[in-house]
């Protein structure tokens, strides 16, 4: 069976749960070998768990001498990587980097690729939730080596217990893959509350707090739940920009969304509108989210929500 | 100083965007626009040219159909110096694979750049691919993805919002730049650009002006196949409840409770 190569997303060596899932994806493909860029410590220490999720390779990039540049070095390793080991696919994780890595190398060994898919079926077949969630698209990588990002959440994290065997891999980088240099990197606080992207509730404000979320974050509190936000609240300075949901920011798809305060315009949907449950709480019961909901409330988001709150916390006893 | 932006027409994201009877994406039945995300792009390249000390030229450069020219019209009208248009029937249902090699020709053509500018992703297709891959085509550095552009003489340094840190990113023109809509409210083109716009140099090539083989693009050439496209069943409203003497708040907590969310 070809070697299936996943590269592997994690901070200081600490493996990011959606590399799990593509293990899990990769196994449709082939057999998972996992890419980890970083040093041979961080990378054996990872390789345990990597190991137990599926990867029976883990090839060690050592990024001593790369880590400083954006992209472009990764690009030529894993082209490198690819010629040495004739994959039958290679998966990355969606985000800035993954998707860029894969751009470049999808020039350089001259494979299709295909982004932000949401499922991979067995013999390469892709899910796609294209124009703001409206349409499902399945596509195929007809040439060379399909090259696929994948959007966090969309598989199981399965584990079966495979060997994760160490290799050293030493890639030979261009001078001219090191001339976009990261001059300064702040890693991002934690919030304490489950990441986005990974949590089975989100709860999201929009214009309509005012400012003021603690009434979105109370209920998220309560309920376990990532908070989440509109571009309106992040463009006016009440939450970071990572709290963004919708086409330009993070696409959530979890098993409950709450819209609290937001309108329901199109570029936010796109980030949500594949949610299983979506529930809103909207003063204008015209506004378009209903449109969207399983349940809605026609109400001040400054009283339902802490009053839901209290009602949950109730339950819980 | 030579800036190329990128700019892309797109099917208008509030009309009812679709698919033609191919699976490719229908760019005429739909009415288009310059897409929202490359304005960012146009408005940041302006912001260079008018800090500038020398001399700049902004050319908005675009792939489509004919009618695709509205997208660097309002990008002349914005400010843009001159406009290129590269239409080809042969181009139609290219991947970025081929979109890349066009544009990347097209910038050629255009003159050596010391920017080419991008939008953080197209607002129909969604890769956010295309300026790495132009990067890669054009063997230069990319600084992408930037929420913030400060540039000095021939240095750019941009901040980037990543997924798990904020990071500063340093790079020598000529370079590839990509924006997001972070970067700040894009202007709209006054009564006066839209005169002067009327009489900027507006070129139209076609791929052989380009030295691209038409077997090179399009749906024939591309890496890549839709296998079937599928509207999703539209949600089925559900029930909403009118918050009347704080009775929202218990129907919302039942209804999790029905759904064991609680
Ligand atoms: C290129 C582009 C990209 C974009 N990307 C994104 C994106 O990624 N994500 C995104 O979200 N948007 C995005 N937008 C912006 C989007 O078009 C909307 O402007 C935005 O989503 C509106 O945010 P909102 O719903 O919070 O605000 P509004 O549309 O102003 O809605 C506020 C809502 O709050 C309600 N409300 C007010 N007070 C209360 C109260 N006390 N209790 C309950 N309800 C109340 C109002 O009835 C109203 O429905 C993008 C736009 C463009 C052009
Ligand atoms: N057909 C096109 N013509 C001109 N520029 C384009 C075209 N397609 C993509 N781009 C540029 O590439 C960016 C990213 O596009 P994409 O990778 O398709 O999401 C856009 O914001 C544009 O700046």
């Given at each position: 069976?070809?070697?299936v190569?996943v590269?592997?997303d994690?901070?200081?060596?600490?493996?990011?749960?959606?590399?799990?899932e593509?293990?899990?994806?990769?196994?449709k493909?082939?057999?998972?070998s996992?890419v980890?860029?970083?040093?041979?410590?961080q990378?054996s220490a990872?390789?345990?768990?990597?190991?137990?999720?599926?990867?029976?390779?883990?090839y060690v990039?050592?990024?001593?001498?790369?880590k400083?540049?954006?992209v472009?070095?990764?690009?030529?390793?894993?082209?490198q990587?690819v010629?040495?080991?004739?994959?039958?696919?290679?998966?990355?994780?969606?985000?800035?980097?993954?998707?860029?890595?894969?751009?470049?190398?999808?020039?350089?060994?001259?494979?299709?690729i295909?982004?932000?898919?949401?499922?991979?079926?067995?013999?390469?077949?892709?899910?796609?939730?294209?124009?703001?969630?409206?349409?499902?698209?399945?596509s195929?990588v007809?040439?060379?080596?399909?090259?696929?990002?994948v959007?966090?959440?969309?598989?199981?994290?399965?584990?079966?217990?495979?060997?994760?065997?160490?290799?050293?891999?030493?890639?030979?980088?261009?001078d001219?893959?090191?001339?976009?240099?990261?001059?300064?990197?702040?890693?991002?606080?934690?919030?304490?509350?489950p990441?986005?992207?990974?949590?089975a509730i989100?709860?999201?404000?929009?214009?309509g707090?005012?400012?003021?979320?603690?009434?979105?974050?109370?209920?998220?509190?309560?309920?376990?739940?990532?908070?989440?936000?509109?571009r309106?609240a992040?463009?006016?300075?009440?939450?970071?920009?990572?709290?963004?949901?919708?086409?330009?920011?993070?696409?959530?798809?979890?098993?409950?969304?709450?819209a609290?305060?937001?309108?329901?315009?199109?570029?936010h949907?796109?980030?949500?509108?594949?949610?299983?449950?979506?529930?809103a709480?909207?003063?204008?019961?015209?506004?378009?989210?209903?449109?969207?909901?399983?349940?809605?409330v026609?109400?001040?988001?400054q009283?339902?929500?802490?009053?839901?709150?209290?009602?949950?916390?109730?339950?819980k006893g | 100083?030579?800036?190329?932006?990128c700019?892309?027409y797109?099917?208008?994201?509030?009309?009812?965007?679709?698919?033609?009877?191919d699976?490719t994406?229908?760019?005429?039945?739909v009415?288009?626009?310059?897409?929202?995300?490359?304005?960012?792009?146009?408005?940041?390249?302006?912001?260079?040219?008018?800090k500038a000390?020398?001399?700049?030229t902004?050319?908005?450069l675009?792939?489509?159909?004919?009618?695709?020219?509205?997208a660097?019209?309002k990008?002349?009208?914005m400010?843009?110096?001159?406009?290129?248009?590269?239409t080809?029937?042969?181009?139609?249902?290219?991947?970025?694979?081929?979109?890349?090699?066009?544009?990347?020709?097209?910038?050629e053509?255009?003159?050596?750049?010391?920017?080419?500018?991008?939008?953080?992703?197209?607002?129909?297709?969604?890769?956010?691919?295309?300026?790495?891959?132009?990067?890669?085509?054009?063997?230069?550095?990319?600084?992408?993805?930037?929420?913030?552009?400060?540039?000095?003489?021939?240095?750019?340094r941009?901040?980037?919002?990543?997924?798990?840190?904020?990071?500063?990113?340093?790079?020598t023109?000529?370079?590839?730049?990509s924006?997001?809509?972070?970067?700040?409210?894009?202007?709209?083109?006054?009564f006066?650009?839209?005169?002067?716009?009327?009489?900027?140099?507006?070129?139209?090539?076609?791929?052989?002006?380009?030295?691209?083989?038409?077997?090179q693009?399009?749906?024939?050439?591309?890496?890549?196949a839709?296998?079937?496209?599928?509207?999703?069943?539209?949600?089925?409203?559900?029930?909403?409840?009118?918050?009347?003497d704080g009775?929202?708040?218990?129907?919302l907590?039942?209804?999790?409770?029905?759904?064991?969310?609680?």
């Open positions: 069976m070809s070697e190569l590269v592997v994690h901070v200081d060596g600490a493996v990011r749960k959606p590399t799990y593509l293990l899990t994806l990769a196994r493909l082939g057999e998972p996992a980890f860029f970083g040093s041979s410590e990378g990872a390789a345990e768990a990597l190991g137990k999720h599926g990867a029976e390779k883990v990039v050592d990024d001593t001498e790369i400083g540049y954006l472009a070095p990764k690009a030529e390793a894993l082209q990587l010629e040495k080991t004739s994959p039958a696919g290679v998966l990355f994780v969606s985000g800035f980097e993954g998707k860029e890595v894969a751009a470049r190398l999808a020039i350089k060994i001259g494979a299709g295909i982004t932000d898919a949401v499922d991979v079926e067995d013999g390469g077949v892709t899910t796609q939730s294209v124009f703001a969630g409206n349409f499902t698209v399945r195929k007809t040439q060379g080596v399909p090259l696929i990002t959007k966090p959440n969309s598989a199981q994290v399965e584990e079966v217990g495979a060997a994760g065997t160490v290799e050293e891999f030493a890639a030979t980088i261009s001219s893959a090191k001339k976009a240099q990261i001059v300064a990197s702040q890693p991002r606080k934690s919030s304490g509350r990441e986005l992207q990974e949590a989100v709860v999201a404000g929009g214009r707090t005012g400012g003021d979320f603690t009434a979105v974050e109370g209920l998220a509190d309560s309920l376990g739940a990532a908070v989440g936000a509109s309106a992040v463009d006016s300075g009440w939450v970071p920009h990572s709290y963004q949901i919708g086409q330009t920011g993070k696409t959530v798809s979890p098993q409950l969304y709450v609290a305060g937001i309108s329901g315009a199109i570029q949907r796109a980030g949500m509108q594949t949610s299983k449950t979506i529930v709480v909207n003063k204008d019961e015209e506004a378009p989210i209903f449109e969207l909901v399983d349940f809605g026609v109400g001040d988001l009283s339902v929500l802490p009053a839901a709150k209290d009602a949950v916390d109730k339950r | 100083m030579n800036i190329v932006v700019v892309k797109v099917p208008d994201a509030t009309a009812d965007r679709r698919f033609e009877s699976n994406v229908d760019r005429v039945g009415d288009g626009l310059l897409s929202e995300l490359d304005e960012y792009a146009v408005e940041q390249a302006l912001q260079i040219k008018e000390d020398g001399d700049v902004v050319t908005a675009c792939i489509g159909p004919e009618k695709a020219v509205d660097v019209r990008a002349l009208q400010g843009a110096d001159q406009g290129v248009l590269v080809d029937e042969a181009i139609a249902g290219s991947d970025y694979l081929a979109t890349s090699l066009v544009l990347a020709k097209a910038v053509k255009v003159g050596v750049p010391d920017l080419v500018m991008c939008g953080m992703s197209s607002t129909d297709g969604a890769g956010a691919v295309l300026p790495a891959m132009l990067a890669e085509r054009l063997d230069l550095p990319q600084v992408t993805l930037a929420s913030v552009v400060e540039t000095q003489g021939d240095q750019v941009v901040k980037r919002d990543g997924d798990t840190a904020t990071e500063v990113i340093g790079g023109m000529p370079l590839v730049l924006v997001t809509d972070q970067t700040g409210e894009a202007r709209y083109p006054s006066k650009g839209i005169m002067a716009a009327k009489k900027k140099p507006l070129e139209t090539y076609s791929l052989a002006d380009l030295g691209v083989d038409a077997g693009v399009g749906i024939g050439a591309a890496y890549s839709v296998e079937d496209t599928a509207e999703r069943p539209p949600r089925s409203a559900g029930e909403v409840v009118k918050d009347e009775s929202g708040a218990g129907a907590t039942d209804f999790l409770v029905s759904k064991k969310f609680i």
